[in-house]
């Protein structure tokens, strides 16, 4: 009976913050809306041009955007590299680090846009258990400095 009571109250709680989190946000872009012509032309205005330089950015700054798409280049590599892990795991055959030669690669024939041309500096690592990643040097495996008295 109490905790029937409980749960109910809970989910009561739930909906209630949930409504008064609704109406405060609203609250808050009621109160950024324009209230006359002149507000609203220069809202327009900086919109614009917000979008202009958002739109211009890479005419102003190319070699931040050469960065940004080879940045973005690794990451999408990365993604399509897990989920072809996950689907691997998931379909139970040969996990992702375990393509040709060790290297951490899928079959080509099976995976065409890993040799579709964009070469990248980074491969996703592999996790095996064949080789150890230990590199921990003989003083730095001593105990620390407990201070005087120890």
Not at 7 to 21: I, P, S
Not at 26 to 35: A, E
Request: with cysteine.
């Amino acid at each position: 009976m109490k905790l029937a009571y409980f749960l109910r109250a809970d989910k009561e709680g739930k909906a209630m913050l949930f409504l008064l989190r609704t109406a405060f946000w609203l609250m808050i872009i009621v109160l950024l809306l324009p209230t006359d012509e002149r507000q609203r032309s220069e809202v327009y205005g900086t919109a614009q041009a917000a979008v202009h330089d958002l739109a211009t950015f890479c005419d102003r700054n190319p070699e931040t955007c050469a960065k940004g798409k080879d940045a973005f280049g690794v990451l999408v590599q990365k993604a399509q590299f897990g989920a072809r892990m996950l689907i691997d795991l998931v379909n139970g055959t040969k996990s992702a680090g375990e393509g040709e030669g060790g290297t951490g690669l899928q079959d080509p024939e099976q995976y065409p846009e890993q040799n579709s041309g964009t070469n990248f500096p980074y491969e996703p690592s592999r996790l095996g258990s064949d080789g150890s990643q230990d590199t921990l040097n003989p003083d730095d495996r001593d105990e620390a400095w407990g201070g005087p008295g120890t």
